[in-house]
């Protein structure tokens, strides 16, 4: 395919070469060709060095550098201290509990969707919002639940005034781990929504109809035919979701602003106080650590696809 | 299809009780569907109308509309929270300025490489989408000593933050570009330009561009989107735009930073509509088939090392 489409590039600057003189001109003419063609993208692979590749060399390296710039172990080893693992532990957990939260509600969501007719309103609708809801993140996500379960948010007051049930009789829990949970299943369901619907898509209606002439029944259909076939596609979108969430940090900053409840907010720590004496390069330690999970999550998820695009892709 | 629906068995008894189920599975799902709809609507909608209702809240239980007026009010917001107008100006700068970076670096490489330098597709694409598995947490971690250098070379305002914006939107701008050129044969009318005495920049400006421009337009709506919703990197290295500023003036005004919150996610709603509408009618069925540019069918295909069918229909699945 590249030799097809190299060849095809090139006629346009060298004419059918006559003699063998001409030929090796035309050689010639076609690598200086080459090499000016690739002056064409020397600004965007420079801008992507500088902005993009120096900076992750910047983690990956000061991972492994001491204070005074020497090759250590210290910093990965520092990695095991207790709050830091505590952190991971409920990083992970954070992402897991609202990954699968996410993806449960938001298949059904979709399975909902896929029942209505093609191009209907309600799925024009709700895929679009959907979009718009999957990216609504951050701070602004964090204040719409202040104002909706905070102390003094709407829904927090009405349950007070109107039936008497004060949601944080047990301490207040929107700033602790169950709120983020809250929070993030708000972003987590319509990402599953836009990942998960392209698969339900791809289910045919035959396949139903052949397991109804074979005599099977609605369940026999769900769990061995759509449901085998469903498996991967829902595990990658449940994988990517947990990388969603697991990357995330506006929104914990803006809710949580006292505490290192999650890695992300240790590595705000790590950058924003004062440098603990030998701990300089711990912030990148644990960067680099977010970016193995997310790497491995990444490349599972990878793999899913592919699995998945054997059926319904 | 008819066949199977017909099935073997003799029609005169299985058809109508097929008949039946299909038509109690429909009921079935019917029902389930407004469901599973309205519960999801109401957690949904409910933080969005906590906001207004927080928002336009007055002394003695009444409403009030003082802090939308404020809101509106340009002159008398920059007096009264300095930070908030100094925050929207910035993202606004920010805005513009990596919508320009973005579209600049992009199109022109995107379209170079198609053109003349085949072989180096898959790296571009590559480290268009490698910003996907690095968060943004991460990034900022790396940038900082980048920044040094950038805050030497061009002082430290906050509409440097482009460049690190830039990088961001990346793989966002990356498949609506590529969508959209994958939808036209880029090959073809380029030599035909050049066979007409086109150079370069009149095949880039003049023939290529035109042509995508509605992906192109969406690369832009989403990198406005995403700009405008970015917090991480601008508050971890001190600089300010709309959300560092929104965060800021929680602590000692909450119903302003609400109200801000909700116009800004309105402003965003209305941005993604926008562009999921332009991406709902328009088909493009020159070449490239079935295809769509949608907010949703980009999405879907942001895995990294997926492999990439061309010229199947099918293709937006996979």
């Not at chain 1, 595990?235 to 992300?264: C, D, M």
């Not at chain 2, 400006?205 to 970015?230: C, K, Q, Y």
């Amino acid at each position: 395919m590249p030799t097809v489409a190299q060849r095809s590039a090139e006629p346009a600057s060298n004419p059918a070469p006559a003699g063998r003189g001409r030929l090796s001109r035309g050689a010639v003419n076609r690598s200086i060709a080459r090499s000016s063609s690739l002056l064409g993208v020397v600004p965007f692979f420079a801008f992507v060095t500088v902005f993009l590749a120096i900076p992750t060399l910047v983690v990956a390296i000061g991972a492994f550098a001491g204070d005074d710039g020497r090759p250590t172990l210290a910093n990965l080893a520092a990695l095991a201290n207790g709050y830091i693992i505590d952190a991971f532990v409920r990083s992970i957990l954070l992402s897991a509990v609202t990954a699968v939260i996410g993806a449960v509600l938001g298949a059904l969501l979709a399975y909902a969707l896929v029942t209505a007719k093609e191009g209907g309103l309600l799925r024009r609708v709700v895929t679009a919002a959907s979009g718009v809801l999957a990216q609504f993140g951050g701070v602004t996500l964090a204040f719409a639940f202040m104002a909706t379960i905070g102390l003094s948010g709407f829904v927090t007051v009405f349950l007070r005034d109107n039936l008497g049930i004060d949601i944080y009789s047990g301490g207040v829990w929107l700033f602790e781990m169950p709120g983020l949970v809250l929070v993030y299943t708000y972003f987590q369901v319509p990402l599953m929504v836009i990942v998960f619907l392209p698969a339900l898509d791809g289910i045919r209606p035959q396949w139903r109809e052949a397991t109804e002439s074979l005599g099977g029944s609605t369940w026999q259909y769900w769990r061995r035919v759509a449901g085998p076939l469903l498996a991967p596609a829902f595990l990658g979108s449940t994988l990517l979701l947990f990388a969603n969430a697991f990357s995330a940090y506006a929104t914990a900053a803006a809710l949580v602003s006292q505490g290192n409840l999650i890695v992300p907010l240790q590595i705000r720590t790590a950058l924003t106080s004062d440098v603990v004496l030998g701990q300089q390069n711990l912030g990148k330690a644990m960067a680099l650590g977010m970016v193995v999970v997310v790497a491995v999550v990444m490349g599972l998820y990878a793999l899913l696809q592919r699995r998945t695009a054997r059926w319904l892709g | 299809m008819a066949g199977l629906t017909l099935g073997e068995t003799p029609p005169s008894n299985s058809r109508p009780r097929r008949q039946r189920l299909s038509a109690r599975r429909a009921r079935r799902q019917r029902a389930f569907r407004w469901a599973a709809v309205t519960v999801l609507a109401v957690f949904f909608l409910l933080p969005l109308l906590a906001m207004l209702e927080f928002t336009t809240r007055g002394a003695g239980g009444k409403r009030s509309f003082d802090t939308w007026r404020l809101l509106v009010d340009w002159g008398r917001l920059s007096e009264t929270y300095p930070a908030l107008s100094a925050g929207i100006i910035d993202s606004a700068g920010q805005v513009v300025l990596t919508v320009l970076l973005t579209l600049v670096l992009l199109v022109p490489t995107v379209i170079w490489v198609r053109l003349r330098l085949p072989r180096l597709r898959r790296l571009v694409e590559f480290v268009c989408l490698l910003p996907l598995t690095i968060p943004a947490i991460v990034l900022v971690v790396g940038l900082a000593p980048v920044y040094a250098w950038v805050v030497y070379f061009l002082g430290g305002s906050s509409v440097t933050l482009t460049f690190a914006y830039t990088i961001l939107v990346l793989p966002y701008a990356y498949r609506a570009i590529d969508a959209g050129l994958s939808a036209i044969d880029v090959r073809t009318l380029a030599e035909a330009a050049r066979s007409l005495g086109a150079g370069w920049g009149t095949v880039m400006w003049r023939v290529i561009l035109p042509n995508i421009r509605s992906a192109v337009m969406s690369a832009a709506f989403l990198t406005v989107a995403l700009v405008l919703g970015e917090f991480t990197i601008a508050s971890l290295l001190n600089r300010s735009n709309v959300q560092v500023a929104i965060n800021f003036l929680g602590k000692s005004s909450a119903t302003m930073s609400v109200a801000v919150s909700l116009a800004a996610l309105v402003l965003a709603f209305v941005l993604l509509f926008l562009l999921s509408l332009v991406g709902g009618r328009r088909r493009l069925s020159l070449v490239g088939g079935r295809r769509r540019f949608s907010l949703v069918g980009r999405r879907r295909r942001f895995s990294l090392v997926g492999r990439r069918r061309r010229g199947t229909p099918k293709e937006n699945n996979s």
